[in-house]
Protein backbone atom coordinates (compact mmCIF):
# COMPACT_ATOMS: atom_id res chain seq x y z
CA UNK A 1 0.00 0.00 0.00
CA UNK A 2 3.03 2.53 0.85
CA UNK A 3 4.56 1.83 -2.58
CA UNK A 4 1.11 2.57 -4.28
CA UNK A 5 0.95 5.65 -2.54
CA UNK A 6 4.28 6.68 -2.85
CA UNK A 7 4.04 5.77 -6.71
CA UNK A 8 0.87 8.03 -6.95
CA UNK A 9 2.86 11.05 -4.98
CA UNK A 10 5.38 10.97 -7.78
CA UNK A 11 3.18 10.84 -10.41
CA UNK A 12 1.23 14.28 -9.21
CA UNK A 13 4.44 15.93 -8.84
CA UNK A 14 6.05 14.95 -12.48
CA UNK A 15 2.59 16.18 -13.68
CA UNK A 16 2.78 19.78 -11.87
CA UNK A 17 3.42 21.91 -14.77
CA UNK A 18 4.99 24.35 -12.47
CA UNK A 19 7.37 22.42 -11.13
CA UNK A 20 7.99 21.29 -15.03
CA UNK A 21 8.16 24.83 -15.64
CA UNK A 22 10.70 25.90 -12.98
CA UNK A 23 12.83 22.80 -13.82
CA UNK A 24 12.92 23.42 -18.01
CA UNK A 25 13.93 27.21 -17.50
CA UNK A 26 17.26 29.04 -16.98
CA UNK A 27 16.58 31.64 -14.16
CA UNK A 28 17.93 35.27 -14.09
CA UNK A 29 17.91 36.87 -10.15
CA UNK A 30 15.95 40.31 -10.75
CA UNK A 31 16.33 41.35 -6.73
CA UNK A 32 15.81 39.79 -3.09
CA UNK A 33 15.24 40.95 -0.12
CA UNK A 34 16.47 39.03 3.23
CA UNK A 35 13.69 40.13 5.54
CA UNK A 36 10.38 42.32 5.83
CA UNK A 37 12.36 45.28 7.15
CA UNK A 38 15.31 45.10 4.43
CA UNK A 39 15.47 46.83 1.39
CA UNK A 40 15.00 45.47 -1.83
CA UNK A 41 17.81 44.89 -3.96
CA UNK A 42 18.25 45.37 -7.47
CA UNK A 43 20.15 42.96 -9.82
CA UNK A 44 23.60 44.89 -10.50
CA UNK A 45 23.71 42.07 -13.37
CA UNK A 46 22.67 39.07 -14.68
CA UNK A 47 23.25 36.11 -12.15
CA UNK A 48 21.81 32.71 -13.49
CA UNK A 49 20.64 29.99 -11.28
CA UNK A 50 19.93 26.93 -13.66
CA UNK A 51 18.38 23.16 -12.38
CA UNK A 52 20.77 20.31 -13.91
CA UNK A 53 18.13 18.02 -13.39
CA UNK A 54 15.43 17.48 -10.92
CA UNK A 55 17.53 17.23 -7.77
CA UNK A 56 20.23 19.52 -8.55
CA UNK A 57 21.19 22.78 -9.39
CA UNK A 58 23.95 25.54 -10.20
CA UNK A 59 24.00 29.08 -9.94
CA UNK A 60 26.64 31.56 -11.64
CA UNK A 61 27.99 33.77 -9.40
CA UNK A 62 30.60 36.87 -9.88
CA UNK A 63 33.18 34.62 -10.79
CA UNK A 64 32.41 30.89 -9.45
CA UNK A 65 29.72 28.59 -9.58
CA UNK A 66 27.66 27.42 -6.67
CA UNK A 67 25.81 24.02 -6.99
CA UNK A 68 24.15 21.41 -5.10
CA UNK A 69 20.99 19.69 -4.24
CA UNK A 70 17.33 20.79 -4.42
CA UNK A 71 14.07 19.47 -3.44
CA UNK A 72 10.64 20.53 -4.96
CA UNK A 73 7.57 18.73 -3.01
CA UNK A 74 4.26 19.30 -3.04
CA UNK A 75 2.44 22.90 -2.30
CA UNK A 76 4.76 24.44 -4.16
CA UNK A 77 7.69 23.51 -1.16
CA UNK A 78 10.81 24.27 -2.51
CA UNK A 79 14.25 23.07 -0.35
CA UNK A 80 18.48 24.34 -1.55
CA UNK A 81 20.61 22.59 0.36
CA UNK A 82 22.72 24.39 3.63
CA UNK A 83 26.29 23.66 1.72
CA UNK A 84 26.35 24.08 -1.80
CA UNK A 85 29.63 23.26 -3.36
CA UNK A 86 31.16 26.43 -4.95
CA UNK A 87 34.38 26.42 -6.64
CA UNK A 88 37.15 29.30 -5.63
CA UNK A 89 38.49 30.96 -8.28
CA UNK A 90 38.46 34.57 -6.89
CA UNK A 91 36.30 36.57 -4.71
CA UNK A 92 32.63 37.13 -5.87
CA UNK A 93 30.88 40.31 -4.61
CA UNK A 94 28.39 41.09 -2.06
CA UNK A 95 25.51 41.31 -3.93
CA UNK A 96 25.95 37.59 -5.42
CA UNK A 97 27.17 36.20 -2.02
CA UNK A 98 23.72 37.39 -0.53
CA UNK A 99 21.39 35.70 -3.04
CA UNK A 100 23.23 32.50 -2.38
CA UNK A 101 22.63 33.41 1.62
CA UNK A 102 18.92 33.82 0.43
CA UNK A 103 18.93 30.22 -1.36
CA UNK A 104 19.59 28.44 1.40
CA UNK A 105 16.98 29.69 3.27
CA UNK A 106 13.79 29.99 0.66
CA UNK A 107 11.60 27.31 1.42
CA UNK A 108 8.58 28.22 -0.91
CA UNK A 109 7.96 28.90 -4.67
CA UNK A 110 5.43 30.57 -7.01
CA UNK A 111 5.08 31.45 -10.68
CA UNK A 112 3.45 34.44 -10.92
CA UNK A 113 3.01 36.05 -14.41
CA UNK A 114 6.56 35.44 -15.68
CA UNK A 115 8.36 35.65 -12.86
CA UNK A 116 9.69 32.76 -10.39
CA UNK A 117 9.64 34.16 -6.62
CA UNK A 118 10.88 32.02 -3.94
CA UNK A 119 10.00 33.37 -0.17
CA UNK A 120 10.88 31.93 3.20
CA UNK A 121 10.33 32.82 6.79
CA UNK A 122 10.83 36.64 7.86
CA UNK A 123 9.88 38.02 4.69
CA UNK A 124 12.59 36.55 2.25
CA UNK A 125 12.13 36.56 -1.17
CA UNK A 126 14.22 36.29 -4.18
CA UNK A 127 12.55 37.73 -7.95
CA UNK A 128 13.51 35.57 -10.64
CA UNK A 129 13.00 36.21 -14.81
CA UNK A 130 13.01 33.99 -17.24
CA UNK A 131 16.77 34.11 -19.55
Given at each position: ???????????L???N???NT??????V????????T??V???????????D??????FQ????????S????????????????C??AC??G???R???TA????N????????????G?GG??????K?
Amino acid sequence: MRILLLFVLGALLACNPDRNTVLDTRWVVVSYQLTETDSVRNAPQPYVLSFDDSRSFSFQLDVNTCGGSVNLQANNIILFTQTPTCTEACCDGAYARGVLTALKEVNRYELLNEQLIFTGNGGLRVVWVKE
